[in-house]
């Protein structure tokens, strides 16, 4: 069985966690085919769903493959899990993560690489390394801290405390919490979206928007002023606002 499902419809790439009976534990075998699946996708696909099969999204780190390494070893193999995140999340195609189920360790390190999170209402958040003497090494200290706040990072990695979806949701980890089973069908309805979106406009919120809160202020705006005046002027711009100035597209918060 392959460890990445993929399917290509309409423009959206559906990429799934395969290893429903190891609860979509990420060994090496699996991070290495999510590497090169996103990678094609990227090349193919306006926007990009992510899911696990079977019980839950993914259950972090598999710790039964998990062998003795010396210090250097630990750390270039941290390495190689931001790599694969970072083309998720500095890649040219905005990720929908669908989650249900168990998203914890590596797991939540690999749903915070993404650029939305949908969750439905049987899905659980950790970061139990704390409880298991290690410490993350996929990303968590600076993204899922820049999502939730180091604190509550703290809280989760001293304490063990999970957030269930409704928590997640108060703590912004996840934009939208769906029922039972409806996580992958909302996951799908955002993508949909994207891919209907001008591409200047995607590479503003993906490339521009992350390095624009890493900047002074002033900077921040001139780079906002640039992105502004390069998707404003383009193709896809004019025919949006032409469309919106003859009433033919949708008005704010209509779908």
Same mark, same amino acid.
């Given at each position: 069985?392959? $460890?990445v499902?993929v399917e290509?419809?309409?423009?959206?790439?559906?990429i799934g966690?395969?290893?429903?009976?190891?609860?979509?534990?990420i060994n *090496?075998?699996l991070l290495?085919a999510?590497?090169?699946t996103?990678? #094609?996708a990227?090349?193919?696909a306006?926007a990009? =769903?992510?899911?696990g099969h079977?019980?839950?999204?993914?259950?972090?780190?598999d710790?039964s493959e998990?062998t003795?390494r *010396? !210090?250097?070893?630990v750390?270039?193999?941290?390495?190689?899990w931001?790599? =694969?995140f970072?083309r998720?999340?500095g890649?040219?195609v905005?990720t929908?993560?669908?989650?249900?189920?168990?998203?914890?360790g590596g797991?939540l &390190?690999?749903?915070? !690489?993404?650029h939305?999170?949908?969750a439905?209402e049987t899905?659980f958040?950790?970061?139990?390394e704390?409880?298991?003497g290690?410490f993350?090494?996929g990303g968590?200290s600076v993204?899922?801290?820049?999502?939730?706040?180091a604190?509550?990072m703290a809280?989760?990695m %001293?304490?063990g405390?999970?957030l269930?979806?409704?928590?997640?949701?108060?703590a912004?980890l996840?934009?939208?919490?769906?029922?039972l089973?409806g996580?992958l &069908?909302?996951a799908? #309805?955002l993508a949909?979206?994207?891919a209907k979106?001008a591409p200047?406009?995607?590479?503003?919120?993906?490339?521009?928007?992350p390095?624009?809160q890493d900047?002074? #202020?002033e *900077?921040?705006?001139?780079?906002?002023?640039?992105?502004?005046? %390069?998707?404003q002027?383009? $193709?896809e711009?004019?025919?949006g606002?032409?469309a919106?100035l &003859?009433?033919?597209a949708a008005?704010?918060?209509e779908a």
């Open positions: 069985m392959d $460890p499902s290509l419809r309409d423009g959206v790439a559906w966690l395969n290893r429903p009976a190891k609860r979509n534990a *090496d075998g290495a999510l590497d090169a996103v990678a #094609e990227q090349d193919g306006r990009i =769903v992510l899911f079977g019980p839950c999204f993914s259950a972090g780190l710790l998990h003795a *010396d !210090a250097a070893a750390f270039h193999h941290s390495r190689g931001h790599a =694969v970072r998720i999340r890649g040219r905005p929908v993560a669908a989650v249900h189920g168990a998203c914890v797991g &390190e690999l749903a915070a !690489a993404c939305i999170r949908v439905d899905a958040f950790a970061l139990p704390g409880s298991r290690i993350v090494g968590a993204h899922v801290a820049r999502i939730i706040g604190a509550r809280d989760m %001293l304490t405390r999970a269930d979806a409704a928590a997640a949701e108060r912004g996840v934009t939208y919490v769906t029922l089973g996580a &069908e909302k799908g #309805e949909a979206k994207i979106m200047l406009t995607v590479l503003g919120v993906l490339q521009a928007l390095r624009i900047m002074s #202020e *900077d921040g705006l001139f780079v906002e002023s640039m992105m502004a005046a %390069l998707a002027t383009g $193709p711009a004019q025919a606002l032409a919106f &003859e009433k033919r008005k704010a918060g």
